[in-house]
């Protein structure tokens, strides 16, 4: 059972050209994780609560198992208490499985999800990430099911031109009409959709099953630079379809989550920047008319 039981991953799946065609409900394609530990507004579950009511808001997730895995400090303290009290209810009023992590950490606990998820395709969602807009999720599964070089797309908390930090690398994505996507050099654990194939036959590899010094490694250093050293290697084309990595979203969009924790980043100060930039542009192509 979820909060006190460890799976271990599983058996790698079939190879694409092998697996049996996925379902037509989303429930059956899609299975939707959440990492969670104790932030400093805790025991108030206000960030937790945004994220849920943001994704479930914007996209068409109903009936979808929602696993939230908890790195639980599991000090003894009264607030740490509390807080673990009010998780495991905000679970159960939205349906979510819980599973308590003690000394976990991000890449410990997603190893675990991966055994534990039995759909085809997972969606990722950080705990401080809220979706801003719509999102066809149905739509964008049926790309993943059509064109088996996407195997993870990415909603991106900068515009999708920033070129900010790792996202360094963009380009628009022309063999996809349904829906628009950007090649990107980013690969990053925030709000993404994966395709569960990829990490069992090759991605797992990568990251491997050690437990990093600190709960916030081991995971995303691990396959940025992985990916990253292949575009170095083979050219940013060639690597791109080797991995299989998108932006959600055409190359001038704007960022598709948030971070809801109020904090003042990056993302935001580059997003109110490009607004006031286009803004005066705007203003001086009409005064100069």
């Known amino acids: 059972m979820p909060d006190n039981h460890f799976q271990a991953v599983g058996e ?26 104790q932030i400093p507004s805790a025991p108030r579950m206000t960030v937790l609560r945004k994220t849920i009511e943001g994704l479930r808001k914007n996209l068409d997730v109903a009936g979808c ?7 639980d400090p599991a000090d ?12 495991r209810k905000l679970c159960d009023h939205y349906g979510l499985e ?5 000394d976990s950490g991000i890449k410990v606990n997603l190893i675990e999800a991966i055994g534990e998820v039995k759909t085809p395709y997972m ?16 739509k964008l599964l049926g790309v993943f099911d059509k064109y088996n070089y996407v195997n993870y797309v990415h909603f991106n908390t900068f515009m999708n031109n920033s070129l900010y930090q790792w996202g360094h690398l963009v380009q628009t994505e022309d063999r996809i009409p349904e829906v628009p996507l950007t090649r990107t050099s980013c690969w990053s654990n925030q709000a ?6 990829k990490w069992h036959d090759e991605w797992l590899d990568i990251i491997g099953t050690d437990k990093p010094a600190k709960p916030v490694l081991g995971l995303e250093n691990r396959m940025y630079w992985d990916y990253n050293r292949d575009i170095f ?4 084309d060639e690597a791109v379809d080797k991995w299989g990595v998108y932006y959600y979203g055409a190359i001038d969009d704007g960022r598709t989550v948030r971070h809801n924790d109020g904090a003042l980043n990056s993302g935001t100060v580059l997003e109110y920047l490009n607004k006031a ?7 001086v192509r009409k005064f100069g008319r």
């Open 12 to 37: 790698p799946r079939l190879p694409l050209a092998e697996q049996p065609k996925a379902a037509t409900a989303i429930k059956d394609r899609l299975t939707i994780v959440t990492t969670y530990y």
């Open 98 to 102: 819980l599973y308590v992590r003690p």
């Open 277 to 283: 930039s286009r803004r005066l542009s705007k203003a």
């Open 192 to 197: 993404h959709v994966v395709r569960m194939s």
């Open 123 to 138: 969606l990722f969602l950080e705990y401080d990430l809220e979706y801003r807009r719509k999102i066809d999720i149905a």
């Open 76 to 87: 003894g303290t009264p607030r740490t208490r509390q807080h673990l009290e009010n998780l």
């Open 65 to 71: 198992r929602h696993l939230v895995y908890y790195h």
């Open 233 to 236: 290697t083979i050219g940013f």
